[in-house]
């Protein structure tokens, strides 16, 4: 199997099939309701919404500078207030993060795995370590919203 192929597998398996973490991210964010996604237990810490909107921040950023070579993480860092927790924005917040995976499925679908060693703009990592690292994350911060969503619902 082509690395490209694996690193897909990876993404399709955390995104809404069988990762061996056990849960993928459509089936616990379809358990969460906007008030428990728009939560935040201070008004430092950062709600659910917040920790995705900063992922598929992310996931589009990395993906738009590929070709480029080059990105640029903007000040906020994708984690902004959200003013309007209704039903539908918290749709339109999980269409977004579908929409970011069918891109990322599309890139890596057509990926010229030569790029794969080479050393990404001037950085000190490579494309693959930098795709891999979307991927690490992303799983990073669904493991924190795993956690976030399971202290609101046991009421702490």
């Given amino acids: 199997m082509k690395e490209s192929r694996r690193i897909e597998s990876l993404f399709a398996k955390q995104y809404n099939g069988n990762p061996w973490l056990g849960v993928n991210m459509v089936d616990k964010l379809s358990q969460i309701t906007p008030e428990q996604a728009a939560h935040k237990f201070s008004p430092q810490a950062n709600s659910i919404w917040e920790i995705l909107n900063h992922m598929i921040g992310w996931r589009e950023l990395v993906l738009r500078g590929i070709p480029k070579n080059n990105y ?85």
Avoid at 95 to 108: G, I, N, T, V
Wanted: net charge negative; proline share 2%; glycine share 6%.
């Fill in 72 to 156: 640029s993480s903007p000040n906020h860092n994708f984690i902004q207030p959200i003013t309007n927790t209704t039903k539908e924005e918290w749709q339109k917040t999980l269409a977004h993060l579908e929409k970011s995976q069918e891109d990322w499925l599309q890139y890596l679908s057509t990926l010229d795995e030569m790029i794969l060693g080479e050393t990404f703009g001037d950085m000190s990592y490579s494309y693959y370590e930098l795709i891999l690292g979307v991927l690490h994350h992303d799983i990073y911060h669904f493991g924190q919203i795993s956690i976030l969503f399971r202290l609101i619902t046991e009421g702490v």
